[in-house]
C-alpha cells in the first residue's frame, strides 16, 4: 500500500475536513480531531513510499482507524473530480452529482446522502416556528406582512394569505438593482390583481448599498444577501404599523438545505426545542420585568439584532456560527450608518412591543397535491396573479434575480477549491425537489445543466455585479 489521504480530506489546524457529502452514516461527520503525530504522519504522504517505509512509531492507532475509514488509502484508489455535469456521476434517484456536489458519495445501490438521509429529516420542515393557518386579529390594522419579490415562492405566498385565508396583507418589496424583469412585471400585475393587497416598495441608499455589496463581493465573490437588506429596510415600518405575524414562504428544499449545509442545527427544527428555548428566554425576561416573547417572537428579535449588532451570543451557542453568518455580519458593518435606524428600532421593541412572530409556512401542507409542485404552482399564479415567468420557463428555482447562476457559479468553485465549506445551495435544493416531489428528476438535471450556474467560465452576468460596485 502506498497510502494517500482521500480527495477531498484536508488538514486544518488539529482537524481532518472533508469538503463533500459523505455516505449515510457519516454524512454530517466531516470533521474528525487528530493529534500532532497523526498530522505529522498525514504531512508526509507523497504517494511515492509504501506504508512499511514509514517509521513504525508514525503508524499509530489514529492512523490505521483513518486508514480503515478510508480516509487514508492506496494511491491507486484516491478519487478524481470530474470535470463537467456531462462526465460526473448523478444519483440514481434525484440530480445529486459529483460535479455540482464535489465529494458526493454514492452507496452500493448508487443513492446519494440526500435520498439515504431525507427519510430523518423529512418531518424538520423550519427551525422557525411553523403556522399554516392564521386568523384576523380584530386589534390591528394589518394580519400579516409578507416580503414579496415577484418571484415563484412569495407569489404563491401571497396568493395563499390573501385570498386562501382572506387575511389583510402588508407587502414589503425592496426594490434591489438586479431585480429580474419577469419579477418587477409580476409585482406590477398583482398590485392590479390584487388591490385588498396594501404594497409597501422601498430602495436602500445606493451608497450604503455600494459599500455592503463591495465587501459582500470581496468575502464571497457574490452579493447574495438580499433577505437581510429587506429586514433593515422594514423591521422599523412594522413597529410603527404593527403586524402580528411576518411570514415565510420559502421552498421547502431551502430549509432542509440548510441542514446538509450544517448551516443550522437539527434539534432547533423540532418545535418542542424551539417552545424550551423560549420558555428559558422568558424566565430570564420576566425577571427583568420585560414582557415573554410568544411564537415566533424570539426569532425575530434575535435575527434582526443579528443583522444590527452582528452575531449575537445566544446564535453561537446554538450553532448559528458559519461563514455565511460571518461575511453577512462584515458586510453590513461596512455601511455601519445604514443600521442606525434599525437599531433604535430594536431599542424601542427591547420590551417585546409590537415585535412580530417570525413563522414558516409549510408550502407541502397547504398543497392539495401534498407537495409543491413547481409547474402546478406556477400554472396557479400565472392565472391568479397574472403571475410572468422568466424567458427560461423550465427554471423553477430562484426566479426573481438576474444574478442566480453568479451565486451557483462563485459557491460551486469556492467549494470545489476547498475555500468554502458551503456545499452550493442550488445543487442541494434541487436535490431535495426532486424528492419531495417537486419536480421531476429530469427536468432537475435539465435545470442543472441549463439553467444553473455550474459552468467553467464565470457568468456573463458577474460584469453586472463588478459595474455596480467600481
Known amino acids: 500500500m502506498i497510502p494517500v489521504l482521500q480527495a477531498r480530506w484536508v488538514v486544518k489546524g488539529n482537524s481532518l475536513i472533508y469538503y463533500g457529502l459523505r455516505e449515510k452514516p457519516n454524512t454530517f461527520k466531516n470533521k474528525i480531531k487528530i493529534n500532532h503525530k497523526t498530522i505529522n504522519f498525514i504531512n508526509q504522504l507523497d504517494g511515492k513510499y509504501e506504508i512499511n517505509e514509514y517509521a513504525e512509531i508514525k503508524i499509530t492507532r ?33 440530480c ?20 439515504t438521509s431525507f427519510p430523518d429529516i423529512k418531518q424538520l420542515v423550519s427551525p422557525l416556528p411553523v403556522v399554516n393557518s392564521i386568523s384576523r386579529d380584530k386589534k390591528a390594522r394589518f394580519d400579516v406582512a409578507l416580503f414579496y419579490s415577484g418571484g415563484k415562492d412569495s407569489s404563491y405566498l401571497l396568493f395563499y394569505l390573501s385570498r386562501i385565508l382572506g387575511l389583510r396583507v402588508l407587502a414589503l418589496t425592496w426594490m434591489h438593482p438586479f431585480m429580474s424583469d419577469n419579477a418587477l412585471k409580476s409585482i406590477k400585475n398583482a398590485k392590479e390583481r390584487l388591490p385588498e393587497v396594501t404594497f409597501v416598495i422601498r430602495e436602500a441608499s445606493e451608497t450604503a448599498l455600494k459599500k455592503i455589496y463591495a465587501k459582500s463581493y470581496e468575502l464571497q465573490q457574490n452579493i447574495c444577501i438580499c433577505p437581510s437588506i429587506a429586514y433593515i429596510l422594514f423591521y422599523p415600518l412594522l413597529l410603527e404599523n404593527p403586524v402580528p405575524y411576518l411570514v415565510l414562504g420559502n421552498e421547502p428544499s431551502q430549509s432542509r438545505a440548510l441542514i446538509f449545509n450544517q448551516l443550522a442545527p437539527k434539534f432547533i427544527y423540532r418545535p418542542w426545542v424551539k417552545n424550551l428555548v423560549r420558555y428559558l428566554c422568558n424566565i ?56 442606525i435606524p434599525l437599531q433604535y428600532a430594536l431599542q424601542r421593541s427591547k420590551n ?38 422568466i424567458e427560461n420557463e423550465e427554471k423553477g428555482l430562484h426566479t426573481s ?70
Not at 492512523?63 to 444519483?91: H, N
Not at 445529486?96 to 435520498?115: H, K, R
Not at 412572530?357 to 409547474?375: P, T
Request: hydrophobic share 35%; proline share 3%; net charge positive.
Open 96 to 115: 445529486a452529482n459529483d460535479f455540482s456536489i464535489p465529494g458526493l458519495e454514492l452507496n452500493s445501490d448508487g443513492f446519494c446522502p440526500v435520498c
Open 352 to 389: 417585546n412591543k409590537n415585535i412580530p412572530a417570525l413563522v414558516h409556512v409549510d408550502f407541502d401542507k397547504i398543497n392539495d397535491k401534498g407537495s409543491y409542485d413547481w409547474k402546478s404552482v406556477k400554472r396557479l399564479i400565472k392565472h391568479e396573479l397574472d403571475w410572468v415567468d
Open 401 to 470: 434575480c438576474k444574478l442566480e447562476q453568479c451565486k451557483d457559479y462563485t459557491q460551486l468553485k469556492a467549494f470545489k477549491e476547498m475555500n468554502s465549506r458551503i456545499i452550493p445551495f442550488s445543487s442541494l435544493e434541487l436535490s431535495l425537489a426532486v424528492i419531495q416531489g417537486s419536480i421531476t428528476r429530469d427536468k432537475a438535471i435539465e435545470e442543472l445543466k441549463f439553467h444553473a450556474g455550474f459552468c467553467i467560465n464565470m457568468p456573463e452576468e458577474n460584469k453586472l455585479i463588478t459595474d455596480y460596485i467600481k
Open 62 to 94: 489514529s492512523v490505521k482507524s483513518l486508514i480503515k475509514q478510508k480516509i487514508i488509502v492506496d494511491v491507486s484508489e484516491k478519487k478524481t473530480s470530474p470535470e463537467s455535469l456531462d462526465k460526473a456521476a448523478f444519483c440514481a434517484k434525484c
Open 284 to 339: 430570564g425576561r420576566v425577571t427583568l420585568f420585560r414582557r415573554p416573547f410568544s411564537k415566533g417572537q424570539l426569532e425575530m428579535y434575535l435575527l434582526v439584532k443579528n443583522f444590527a449588532y452582528g452575531k449575537s451570543r445566544l446564535l453561537k451557542f446554538f450553532g448559528y456560527d458559519n461563514e455565511i453568518s460571518n461575511n453577512l455580519s462584515e458586510s453590513l458593518s461596512a455601511a455601519k450608518e445604514m443600521l
